[in-house]
């Protein structure tokens, strides 16, 4: 996958939306794409283990956990999980937990932050529908690419 997305924004200014630049690359790939699912949780990473547990396809699952910082919504196990069953990478409005595990894993991870205290497992949640963070609304279908500089947002695929 070659593309940076600096060269997104020159090449599809009035294409694209860049993302507060709020969150740390915990992953093993610095660099991913793809379009984007939408999960919407609090403190509870139950529905994230299910939708993980589901074939990835080439997405980017965009987790908004409310920008918690108290509990971790992703840990190694769900980052591996995430790897093996196809998801591009993960964009997590929380933090994540098992830091060096992740960066193991050969795909993009994204939180604002790292915490060691595990979340709720109940499974609340809402998939699927548009979430709000970082100045900008994802939705379903919408395409995300991250790099090193930052995520860029585009309602369509940008590169071949």
Known sequence: MKFTTSDLCDAFP????????AFKDYGG??????????LQV?????LVAEVLDTAGRGRVLVLDGGGSIRTALVGGRLAKLAHTNGWA??????CVRD??????VPMGVLALATS???SGKAGN????????FAG????????????EDGIVLAERSLIE
């Open 14 to 21: 009035a294409a694209v939306r860049v993302a507060q630049p």
């Open 42 to 46: 609090f403190e509870d990473n139950g």
């Open 89 to 94: 990478g993960l964009l997590v409005n929380g």
């Open 125 to 132: 949640g809402q998939q699927g529908g548009s979430v709000t």
């Open 116 to 118: 060691p205290r595990r």
């Open 99 to 104: 830091s060096v595990e992740i960066r193991e």
């Open 29 to 38: 790939a610095s660099r991913f794409a793809g379009p984007i699912d939408t």
């Open 136 to 147: 900008l609304t994802f939705s379903p279908g919408q395409h995300l690419y991250a790099d």
